[in-house]
């Protein structure tokens, strides 16, 4: 199994094709199962042609036109430390999200982005699938997790394509931690420009990922009859379903934080309208404001969820069950860990503004099951003094009727993300 050809970076940016390295091959015979699903069906090249096929004395159909019956169906699935979430979107001139669904998940599957046990994960898949009788092929599955490295880098005075891959190879040893017998790895050229010297140079987009994480994910995935059509990191995901390339920041002067939110862990990436300039994993989630919530209150961890659920920082409301002064605690708690996540993002948006070519921070946009805590969001814009707001993943497409728009989607907009095609 090729792992390489799992992680599509070509279907993460609009308007810009994939620079690869030259085939062995020409071109025009290299072969085009790279781009089949990862446990795909035969390539139609094996099935009868039409002079094969037995004639039928049935008058015939009217010819379909060039573009009919070309409709482009994903399943976008994100696996979490707390739920499954997935959503069937339609790409047809546009996204159009046609389904979601999403449940709750055994702690202890999925951990900080690894999954510990692959049996139970398959079974869940399996009965999630049946239960909201979604598709198991063209699926798509996002993935977030410290051990997979994203950098940025320049490299010049290469105009093979095959010189420029292995150039981008070679450079992989040197900018990411991880020996590369043991990754999987692609990139994506961002684009070029030639120097004050006449010398081309490339920016490229470098990722890198544990080939053991994956390979745990592909497993259950396969176990559960699901044929994956490829596999994206979920700070790409996020950017396409909140910040597509069509809202690309006028002047390019500013750029446009994404912040999602999880259980255990916040993806944070940065685009500036039209690409990924930088992400990272941070180690803070829901969970934390539960485990502040328990100290307050010296509960379990797991007591403190539907105190967190009933909590608002916008009025001073008295969960059920609590005393005012119990109540009062909470919110200082709960502060508190805002105050530390606060710390992180600070932390994370100076990391970025210290590369070469960063941008000014035009606004964060949250995402996740907890951005939708009342006063959430402008808790956090107090502490990091830039605007913040809440992301609507349907904002930028059209939903089927089986989709409720009323509903919090925010734990839904990574899956709605991956269903998206570009």
């Known amino acids: 199994m090729d792992l390489k050809k799992e992680i599509k970076l070509s279907d993460l940016f ?8 030259a ?7 290299k072969p085009k199962k790279e781009r089949k699903p990862l446990f795909g069906r035969k390539p139609k ?5 039409k002079e094969q ?23 976008g699935l994100k696996v979490g430390a707390s739920q499954i979430a997935a959503a069937q979107v339609v790409n047809n001139g546009g996204a159009q999200v046609v389904r979601v669904a999403r449940e709750n998940l055994e702690h202890g599957v999925v951990v900080g982005g690894e999954l510990r046990d692959p049996d139970t994960l398959a079974t869940e898949l399996r009965q999630f699938f049946r239960k909201h009788r979604l598709p198991r092929q063209n699926v798509r599955l996002g993935i977030s997790n410290n051990r997979i490295g994203v950098r940025m880098f320049e490299i010049g005075g290469i105009e093979d394509n095959k010189q420029l891959a292995n150039a981008i190879r070679y450079r992989a040893q040197e900018v990411l931690p991880i020996p590369l017998e043991e990754a999987v790895l692609d990139y994506h050229i961002l684009g070029e420009y030639t120097d004050g010297e006449g010398h081309t140079k490339h920016r490229v987009l470098l990722v890198v990922a544990y080939r053991d994480l994956v390979e745990r994910y592909t497993a259950a995935c396969k176990k559960a009859g699901i044929r994956l059509a490829g596999i994206d990191l979920e700070a790409f995901a996020i950017l396409r379903a909140l910040a597509p390339g069509s809202q690309a920041v006028e002047g ?29 994993v941070l180690d803070w989630g829901g969970a934390s404001l539960n485990a502040g919530i328990a100290r307050a209150l010296d509960l ?19 969960p059920a069950g609590l005393t005012s002064e119990q109540s009062e605690k909470v919110r200082e708690a709960v502060v508190q860990e805002l105050h530390a996540f606060a710390r992180e993002l600070v932390s994370s ?32 814009a107090k502490l990091i003094g830039v605007r913040v707001r809440v ?13 409720d728009r009323d509903q919090p989607l925010g734990s839904l907009a990574a899956a709605i993300g991956l269903g998206i095609d570009v």
């Open 14 to 21: 609009p308007g810009r094709k994939k620079k690869t390295a």
């Open 23 to 29: 085939p062995e091959e020409p071109k025009a015979e």
């Open 45 to 49: 090249a094996e099935q009868p042609s």
């Open 53 to 75: 096929r037995p004639k039928s004395d049935k008058a015939p159909k009217a010819k379909r036109t060039a573009s009919a019956g070309r409709k482009k169906k994903f399943v």
């Open 252 to 280: 390019g002067n500013s750029a446009l934080v994404v912040v999602s939110v999880g259980h255990d862990r916040t993806t944070f990436a940065v685009s500036d309208g039209k690409a990924c300039q930088f992400t990272r």
């Open 300 to 318: 379990a961890p797991s007591e403190s969820e539907p105190i967190k659920l009933s909590l608002s920082l916008t009025e001073p409301s008295i």
């Open 349 to 380: 948006l100076q990391f970025y503004q210290s590369q070469p070519g960063s941008l000014g921070i035009g606004e964060i946009v949250l995402t996740g099951g907890t951005a939708h805590l009342p006063g959430f969001a402008a808790e956090l």
């Open 391 to 403: 992301g609507d993943p349907l904002a930028n497409v059209k939903t089927g009727k089986k989709v």
